[in-house]
């Protein structure tokens, strides 16, 4: 009898993995927390957290920062650019254990759905216009009409979707908002003779590339920035240089990945779902009559497109967050309704399939959120950044930034959120610089290679959810990645060192 062969765990069974071993360090690692300062923009006070729960006002002057050590020109508070409680210096005092028990794993998933439900109706509203869109057959035209215009050519979709990709991460922090984009894009790889592990990497490699080398990101760049108390343009140079040759580091590795793909099959890295991938995508539209690119088809995915171009506009520009977004693509998804011509019932029958499709994907991003909370929650998120402080201390410049960067990729997987390290980790780890001679934007630089670098395979960032958009397991998307990040950190490192040196 033969042995059957074991599959790689889900994106679910992964994140509950990871979610059980967080609430063990929970009764292993020492809880502890900083005093967090916050602006009160209704009282024009600041208000200080303490460890123990109580609560003091402080005045809103420059001289109330100074006094705390926090290197922050107050305007930034005024005026919204740090939002969230900062961690005040040299206050971090150990607390009572709060360890995360079995109660606690089970209720995290759902408290993280809670948390993350912004996310989950935009991921569920985007189903919802691609199921109408897939049914009005403008998805088999569209995606022939482009397999003849790029044949031949083939790379230069791996070319344009990663750059475009990266300008978004590098400037306004594209990130989550490229989910919308993966039901869309995977099938016209695959038409061009790619696998879907190609479209991922453009995709998910063009915007960690962009958020990692960030140059005017207002979450990552222009947060870290000022509450580490320099201007966002210190460094810039470096970074701008680093996002340039990081972005043709990435695109090279991926089209020689491709080209292999195209010349041999059986070399992608999931040849044996190749038949499951191509039902689900192409909707085997190579074995069936192509529908006509009809007008109306046309202007179905010109519409579809330009709602992206308005997203991008919305989110850079106008302070656009999920609900204006999903608000967005409820338009166009009514929009595309009338313009298909089905009928009222068939429309909302092919709306919710569409949804429904992509539940999984929702539900991931929700768990992946529980483990964040379970780390808030046992509070040892701060013990582990006042661990990592305390490393660095009195260490040669060279050895000090390579240090940094190995913290930060720590900390990246404990706390994803780029400004929410931001905000915790700059106070603390900035004024780390000044003690071994260094300019404190070699530390903004650190943080941003460091978060970057573990956003490559991160359980708690978006690569999972990612991942379950094309059902592509983990274990797949480490193997094709390890090697690219291997040569990136490398880079990152020699760029920190490029940088402490002037």
Request: aromatic share 10%; charged share 15%; with cysteine.
């Amino acid at each position: 009898m033969s042995k059957k062969k074991r599959g790689f765990p889900t994106a679910f069974t992964v994140l509950f993995i990871v979610l059980i071993l967080a609430a063990i360090l929970t009764y292993i690692v020492p809880a502890g927390s900083y005093s967090k300062l916050k602006y009160d923009t209704d009282k024009k006070v600041f208000t200080v957290t303490k460890p123990d729960g109580s609560v003091d006002e402080m005045p809103s002057k420059q001289g109330t920062l100074d006094k705390l050590g926090i290197k922050v020109d107050l305007q930034k508070f005024e005026d919204g650019s740090i939002s969230k409680p900062v961690a005040i210096p040299g206050t971090y005092e150990k607390v009572a254990q709060n360890p995360q028990g079995p109660i606690d794993v089970l209720q995290a998933p759902l408290k993280g759905v809670y948390d993350t439900v912004d996310i989950i109706l935009f991921v569920f509203i985007i189903g919802g216009c691609i199921g109408v869109l897939n049914n009005s057959g403008a998805f088999d035209a569209g995606i022939a009409s482009l397999s003849r215009a790029t044949k031949g050519k083939e790379f230069l979709l791996i070319v344009i979707i990663t750059v475009l990709i990266a300008l978004g991460g590098t400037t306004f922090g594209l990130a989550e908002e490229t989910i919308a984009l993966y039901p869309i894009l995977v099938p016209v790889f695959m038409a061009a003779g790619y696998d879907a592990i190609v479209c991922i990497a453009a995709l998910y490699m063009g915007s960690s590339i962009g958020t990692m080398f960030a140059t005017v990101s207002p979450f990552s760049s222009v947060i870290g920035s000022n509450a580490a108390g320099i201007t966002f343009t210190e460094g810039l140079t470096m970074r701008t240089i680093g996002l340039v040759i990081a972005t043709i580091i990435t695109i090279i590795y991926i089209v020689n990945y491709g080209k292999k793909i195209k010349k041999d099959p059986t070399k992608s890295l999931i040849y044996d779902q190749k038949e499951e991938l191509e039902e689900r995508f192409l909707q085997d539209h190579t074995n069936k009559e192509i529908p006509e690119f009809t007008f109306r088809r046309k202007l179905m995915l010109l519409i579809f497109g330009g709602a992206f171009a308005v997203m991008i506009w919305g989110v850079s520009s106008q302070e656009w967050w999920f609900t204006e977004m999903t608000a967005l693509f409820l338009a166009v998804g009514i929009i595309l309704g009338v313009l298909s011509g089905l009928g009222e019932k068939e429309f909302v029958n092919k709306f919710v399939a569409g949804a429904a499709d992509l539940v999984s994907v929702a539900l991931v991003v929700g768990v992946a959120r529980a483990i964040n909370l379970i780390m808030e929650n046992g509070l040892i998120s701060d013990s582990i950044l006042n661990a990592a402080s305390g490393s660095v201390q009195g260490m040669n410049k060279s050895i000090f930034v390579i240090v940094m960067l190995l913290i930060f990729i720590i900390l990246g997987f404990f706390i994803p959120s780029s400004s929410g390290l931001a905000v915790l980790s700059m106070p603390i780890m900035a004024p780390l610089a000044d003690a071994v001679g260094l300019n404190r934007d070699v530390i903004v630089s650190a943080y941003q290679y460091g978060q970057g670098l573990i956003a490559f395979i991160t359980p708690t960032g978006l690569i999972l959810a990612t991942l379950a958009m094309v059902d592509v397991t983990y274990d797949k998307w480490l193997k094709f990645i390890m090697p690219l990040m291997g040569y990136i950190a490398v880079f990152s490192a020699v760029m920190l060192l490029i940088q402490a040196a002037f």
